[in-house]
């Protein structure tokens, strides 16, 4: 880790602030939110937890900022799938690449997305997939994906008219309880194929979709996936 330092007049300084961010996120990741403290991140920066709050406010301004990279990561990550021809197929791959950033660090999807504050002196509202307002930055950024696929399902006749902010978070909505699940190790080795994949496609159907259609969307975003990921 960079040991940046508080410049000579006490400032924020943007090195530092950056250290202390992956910090937070390294100890998230690999020992969960119990143990975040300012103690902790700031001995890891070789810095004292006053840089903590010279930079951030604080905690809750540390978490905010640690989050909000996360959603940084997730945003990029979902710009790298394009857009098709096929926004079922499109929806699908964002899907599956919100499953993967859940389970290469699930700590800290747990910091961005879980019920509840890691901490209970810390207010903090994580998001409203209905409106993209959040705490967090670029939180709206990457749901605006799903939203501008589901836009593109509705307009091309694919979904059922309805509002596309409405039918990504129907979609979201049953994604996240599956990946909670998954994390917590509720759904053993046949989640996937047994729960998710039917349970989406059920939703598909039920919003307007073509159940074969929806099959061959399968495929397409699937092998998507496997592309980008190598």
Request: hydrophobic share 40%; aromatic share 6%; glycine share 12%.
């Amino acid at each position: 880790m960079t040991n940046g330092r508080v410049g000579a007049s006490g400032g924020v300084n943007e090195a530092l602030r950056e250290s202390l961010v992956q910090a937070t996120i390294e100890l998230v990741s690999t020992e969960g939110l119990h143990a975040l403290t300012a103690r902790r991140v700031s001995r890891m920066c070789g810095v004292s937890t006053m840089a903590v709050y010279t930079n951030f406010g604080g905690m809750a301004g540390l978490i905010r900022a640690a989050g909000s990279a996360g959603y940084a990561q997730l945003a990029a990550r979902m710009h790298e799938c394009g857009v098709s021809d096929d926004p079922i197929a499109d929806l699908l791959l964002l899907g599956m690449v919100f499953r993967d950033e859940a389970q290469r660090r699930p700590e800290l999807f747990q910091l961005m997305f879980g019920t509840g504050s890691p901490r209970t002196d810390i207010p903090l509202r994580r998001g409203n997939v209905l409106t993209g307002a959040s705490d967090f930055e670029h939180y709206g950024e990457s749901f605006d994906h799903v939203v501008d696929a589901a836009r593109r399902a509705v307009e091309s006749g694919l979904l059922k008219p309805t509002s596309p902010r409405s039918a990504a978070a129907q979609l979201w909505t049953g994604l996240y309880g599956y990946v909670q699940l998954e994390n917590s190790g509720h759904l053993g080795e046949d989640g996937l194929s047994e729960v998710l994949v039917p349970a989406i496609m059920n939703l598909l159907v039920g919003m307007g979709s073509d159940r074969e259609m929806v099959g061959a969307s399968v495929v397409r975003a699937l092998t998507q996936f496997v592309a980008l990921s190598g």
